[in-house]
C-alpha cells in the first residue's frame, strides 16, 4: 500500500507551479489566521504541526495540518480516518502503517492534512450525507487557504480508509467539491452506500 500511494503522488503532483518556501514570518502568518500555535510535530523531520483546528461548527469538525519546511511544498494530502462512520479518530492516521504512508508523503514535500467528520450516531449527524458533507467543509476550508497554507493550486488528492474512503471518492468525483482535486486514494473502500446493494 505504501508504494502504491507514493508512486500516484509523484505521478499526481508532478509539474507544480513556483511556490515560496515557509519562512518565520509565514509561519507566524498560519498561526494568527488559523487561531493556533504548531504543536510537537509526531514525525521526525522538519515540518509544522497545527493540531485541532476548527473548520466547522460542530463537535468533530478539527483537523490537523503538517507542512515540510525549507523546500517548495509540491501539493498536499487530505486524509479522512476510517470506524464506520461509528468510531476513529485522525490520531489513528499518526501509528501503524499510514504512520509509514504520512511520513514517506511529507518527505516528498507534499503536506499533509488529517480531518475528521461527524458520526452517523452524533446528535448533530443527520446519517451519512453529513459525514460525506464535512469532507466538502474539509476541502473548501483548505481550497480558501492555499495560498497562505503555500500549497500550489490544483494539486490536492483526496485519500481515505474505509468510510474515510468512501468520503474522499464523493468528493473527488463531485464537482462542487473537485475543483482542486488531482486524485483520489481509496483504501478499503465501499462500492455502494445503496443498502440494498450491499448484499450483492
Same mark, same amino acid.
Do not use: P
Given at each position: 500500500m505504501t508504494k502504491s500511494l507514493h508512486i500516484i503522488l509523484l505521478f499526481l503532483i508532478i509539474g507544480c507551479s513556483k511556490v515560496e518556501t515557509l519562512? #518565520?514570518?509565514n509561519i507566524n502568518n498560519l498561526e494568527r489566521s488559523l487561531g493556533i500555535d504548531t504543536s510537537e510535530n509526531p514525525f521526525e523531520g522538519d515540518y509544522l504541526f497545527f493540531?485541532?483546528?476548527n473548520y466547522g461548527n460542530k463537535e468533530r469538525n478539527q483537523l490537523d495540518i503538517l507542512l515540510p519546511q525549507g523546500n517548495q511544498i509540491l501539493g498536499a494530502v487530505i486524509f479522512f480516518h476510517g470506524g464506520a462512520f461509528l468510531f476513529g479518530t485522525k490520531d489513528d492516521? +499518526?501509528?501503524g502503517e499510514i504512520k509509514e504512508i504520512?511520513? #514517506?508523503i511529507l518527505e516528498q514535500n507534499i503536506a499533509v492534512i488529517n480531518a475528521e467528520y461527524t458520526f452517523i450516531n452524533d446528535a448533530q449527524s443527520e446519517g451519512v450525507i453529513t459525514s460525506l458533507e464535512d469532507g466538502t467543509s474539509v476541502i473548501n476550508f483548505i481550497t480558501d487557504r492555499l495560498m497562505l497554507l503555500n500549497i500550489p493550486r490544483n494539486k490536492l488528492i483526496l485519500a481515505g480508509v474505509s468510510a474515510g474512503a468512501g468520503i474522499a471518492q464523493w468528493n473527488g468525483f463531485r464537482e462542487i467539491s473537485n475543483r482542486q482535486v488531482q486524485g483520489i486514494f481509496a483504501s478499503i473502500a465501499q462500492s455502494s452506500?445503496?443498502? +440494498?446493494q450491499w448484499e450483492q
Open positions: 519562512d #518565520s514570518t493540531k485541532d483546528i492516521l +499518526y501509528e504520512i511520513a #514517506s452506500y445503496d443498502l +440494498y
